[in-house]
């Protein structure tokens, strides 16, 4: 079902996550596995041989200041993905922290390459389209790609980064967070390497900004 379809759906009802299920993001037609709510999704795509590399969605709605992502589960000792707008720009950043308030930016041999045809902000959301480049390293900061199912978290914040245009602002606290499981098991694809094939480039281990 496409991404776009699921969302007006969700709109229409309440803001309580749908459950896991696969989608379709409507520009690049990749298919995930994800998390679906109004306010924020979530869907991850993975290799037929998992490895350290995965293939995410990340999508808010424009009321949102920015949408956070912990790849394992806690907002601390975990490998953290913030996403936000700034105007028609889509900007990224890996974080990590052991203490409650803004994490620090994530330092390591992971990366983000972005999509470019699925990172934009149209009149409702904006989307984040990515390759996280050997971010599951099996340390314990992130979902294990080989287990059946993975436990995520979220945060949500109404009130944008203190500098929307840099990808190391820091941020005020979030509005709404909690954790959801998804099943692994249907997150592989055949298609995997065309999918990964579309990202940028150029790898960002800070952050990455996109205007569509």
């Given at each position: 079902?496409?991404?776009?379809?699921?969302?007006?759906?969700?709109?229409?009802?309440?803001?309580?996550?749908?459950?896991?299920?696969?989608?379709?993001?409507?520009?690049?037609?990749?298919?995930?596995?994800?998390?679906?709510?109004?306010?924020?999704?979530?869907?991850?795509?993975?290799?037929?041989?998992?490895?350290?590399?995965?293939?995410?969605?990340?999508?808010?709605t424009?009321?949102?200041?920015?949408?956070?992502t912990?790849?394992?589960?806690?907002?601390?000792?975990?490998?953290?993905?913030?996403?936000?707008?700034?105007?028609?720009?889509?900007?990224?950043?890996?974080?990590?922290?052991?203490?409650?308030?803004?994490?620090?930016?994530?330092?390591?041999?992971?990366?983000?390459?972005?999509?470019e045809?699925?990172?934009?902000?149209?009149?409702?959301?904006?989307?984040y389209?990515?390759?996280?480049?050997?971010?599951?390293?099996?340390?314990?900061?992130?979902?294990?790609?080989?287990?059946?199912?993975?436990?995520?978290?979220?945060?949500?914040?109404?009130?944008?980064?203190?500098?929307?245009?840099?990808?190391?602002?820091?941020?005020?606290?979030?509005d709404?967070?909690?954790?959801?499981?998804?099943?692994?098991?249907?997150?592989?694809?055949?298609?995997?390497?065309?999918?990964?094939?579309?990202?940028?480039?150029?790898k960002?281990?800070?952050?990455?900004?996109?205007?569509?």
């Open positions: 079902m496409l991404l776009s379809s699921i969302l007006l759906g969700a709109l229409a009802g309440s803001a309580a996550a749908l459950g896991t299920e696969k989608f379709t993001e409507p520009k690049t037609g990749f298919t995930v596995t994800g998390y679906i709510s109004s306010p924020y999704s979530f869907g991850v795509a993975l290799p037929q041989t998992p490895g350290q590399d995965f293939i995410g969605v990340v999508v808010g424009k009321a949102n200041g920015y949408v956070g912990s790849l394992g589960g806690p907002m601390l000792n975990a490998l953290l993905l913030v996403v936000w707008p700034n105007g028609q720009k889509v900007l990224a950043s890996l974080r990590k922290t052991a203490n409650y308030g803004t994490p620090a930016i994530a330092t390591g041999s992971f990366s983000l390459s972005t999509i045809k699925g990172t934009y902000v149209n009149s409702t959301h904006f989307t389209t990515f390759l996280c480049k050997s971010c599951l390293q099996g340390d314990g900061l992130t979902f294990s790609p080989t287990e059946a199912s993975a436990v995520l978290g979220f945060a949500i914040s109404k009130a944008a980064p203190v500098t929307k245009s840099s990808v190391t602002t820091s941020f005020p606290k979030h709404q967070q909690g954790n959801y499981q998804l099943d692994m098991t249907q997150a592989t694809t055949a298609s995997y390497a065309s999918y990964a094939a579309l990202a940028n480039v150029t960002l281990a800070v952050g990455f900004e996109f205007e569509a």
